[in-house]
């Protein structure tokens, strides 16, 4: 892993820090959208595009928000798509609805990117987005519809919680096989 070297000086006192790269998306913002559709993106997901050397979003559009990788990120995901069978019609269907609903959109020096008018009309996308980090990739939605949402699924969690730990608890295991 590559290290960031900063120096932190205190008190009149300077250091040198290594510091691991900001990489992934954390955390939930409210963020303005201009009537163009224009978004700045919270600085710490500036900073992990940046540490990536990454300048451009490959964005897909579900029915209720907008999910957005990294173009590295994405490329990786690309790849396991190339062991599928493009001949079996359920693959074949899923793919062509998937590339049909993505779009590469570039972030500008500052951190900023524009989203296409139609989606914003389809998903209410206007004055006020909510942005939720995910790790490898982060969402975009509209306040109301996100907070409705998480209120559907909040009973679920202890369920999907357990869920997801025997999901990490066979894959631990695969992995040692």
């Known amino acids: 892993m590559d290290y960031m070297i900063c120096i932190v000086e205190q ?9 691991k790269p900001l990489l992934s998306f954390r955390g939930q913002f409210l963020h303005k959208i201009s009537e163009q559709g224009r978004v700045s993106l919270p600085s710490n997901f500036k900073d992990a595009l940046r540490n990536r050397g990454v300048s451009r979003l490959v964005v897909l559009k579900f029915p209720n928000f ?38 590469d959109i570039e972030v500008d020096t500052q951190g900023r990117l524009v989203l296409p008018e139609n989606w914003r009309k389809e998903l209410n996308l206007n004055e006020q987005i909510f942005i939720l980090g995910k790790g490898r990739f982060f ?18 969690f ?15 295991q695969d992995d040692k096989d």
């Open 139 to 156: 969402e975009i939605w509209n306040p109301q519809t996100h907070k409705l949402m998480l209120r559907e699924l909040m009973p679920r």
């Open 11 to 19: 008190k009149g006192l300077k250091r040198i820090e290594k510091k």
């Open 158 to 172: 202890s369920e999907s919680r357990n869920y997801v730990v025997e999901m990490l608890r066979r894959k631990k």
């Open 66 to 103: 907008l999910r957005a990788f990294p173009e590295d990120e994405w490329e990786k995901q690309e790849k396991e798509y190339e062991g599928l069978v493009i001949d079996d019609e359920r693959v074949n269907t899923y793919l062509h609805i998937l590339f049909n609903s993505l779009l």
